[in-house]
């Protein structure tokens, strides 16, 4: 309809009318949970397939999940959120043991446990590196020269002249001072080092001794108020830290592993539910369509209220039945009444 075109009295009549009636029906809680209730059944008969294509499915969560970039002020808001959960005066008076159920620790740690051959492989892994093993001697050396000192310059020691005998001895037949000849022996040892350190670590590590170092450490800590956490965390750093660490996810989720796991997951996905109905699609995800329609009743009616109430919905409408009267082909039905 152009403002140009002449209206009639009549069908404005009919146009107000038709705004009273509809308004008064999505008013109508007992009109609105009908229509979800229709609307959930029908979907629970629908399959996957008639809803959504795959290739359909693919393009939205790309465009969700890839394309589609996080705001820096989401972020910073974020970060300050989080800042603020950190600091709450409840962290004072809620210890871990509030949140963490002391039975899912149990399966954890037996979980743990339970996992050795994961186990060894990290520590062969760790304690063949060459950070560990410079890390392992430069602390044996630390330590040896600290005892030897210690007992070296207790004068009432006969303990203490027999070493200062065996140092003379060894500096003089091999030209080294002790610490020297210390870190020559540890530096030609390396590989016998850690072979000795890997082989240690797995004994203290037994499938036993794990368990009990969760058991241990869960009695240790579950007492300890949430509020320790900044001990490890400076809550006044995260408005900056969040957007760092957003960096790192940005640049995988922008990468092709991405992109090639999230379209094979996807198809994987679709190709399994693709004859299923969305019924059981609920199910799968320990939902049920009495609860959806729950949900849209309760929201979706608090929706349509404000829309209704603040004008919004009637201009809206207005302007539709306005197209919808004065087309040709309504007119000429109305001439006929």
């Not at 539709?320 to 004065?326: K, R």
Request: with cysteine.
């Amino acid at each position: 309809m152009t403002d140009s075109m002449p209206t009639h009295p009549l069908i404005e009549q009919l146009i107000e009318q038709h705004i009273i009636f509809l308004e008064q029906q999505f008013l109508d809680t007992t009109y609105l949970q009908q229509e979800v209730c229709i609307l959930c059944q029908w979907l629970g008969t629908q399959s996957v397939q008639n809803l959504v294509s795959l290739d359909q499915l693919q393009s939205t969560l790309r465009h969700l999940f890839i394309d589609t970039d996080l705001p820096q002020n989401t972020l910073k808001h974020l970060g300050i959120r989080l800042s603020e959960a950190l600091k709450h005066p409840l962290n004072q008076t809620t210890t871990i043991a509030d949140i963490v159920h002391p039975l899912h620790v149990d399966d954890l740690a037996q979980y743990t446990a339970s996992k050795s051959t994961q186990r060894q492989y990290l520590i062969a892994h760790i304690t063949k590196h060459p950070a560990f093993v410079n890390i392992a001697t430069q602390l044996i050396q630390q330590v040896l020269h600290d005892y030897f000192q210690n007992h070296l310059n207790n004068n009432s020691s006969h303990v203490s002249r027999f070493m200062k005998i065996g140092k003379s001895v060894l500096e003089n037949v091999t030209d080294l001072n002790l610490s020297h000849a210390i870190q020559q022996y540890l530096e030609k040892n390396v590989s016998k080092l850690a072979m000795l350190a890997e082989k240690t670590l797995n004994q203290q590590l037994s499938n036993d001794n794990v368990y009990e170092l969760h058991v241990q450490m869960w009695h240790q800590l579950k007492n300890t108020p949430l509020s320790h956490l900044q001990h490890y965390i400076d809550a006044d750093d995260l408005p900056q830290t969040i957007p760092l660490l957003h960096q790192f996810l940005d640049h995988f989720r922008h990468s092709p592993f991405f992109a090639q796991h999230l379209q094979q997951g996807l198809t994987a996905w679709y190709l399994d539910h693709e004859n299923k109905s969305v019924l059981d699609v609920l199910h799968a995800l320990g939902t049920t369509p009495e609860q959806v329609s729950q949900l849209l009743e309760q929201h979706l009616g608090q929706i349509l209220q404000q829309f209704i109430h603040d004008g919004s919905f009637k201009i809206r409408l207005r302007q539709q039945l306005h197209d919808f009267y004065y087309t040709p082909s309504t007119l000429d039905l109305l001439k006929k009444i």
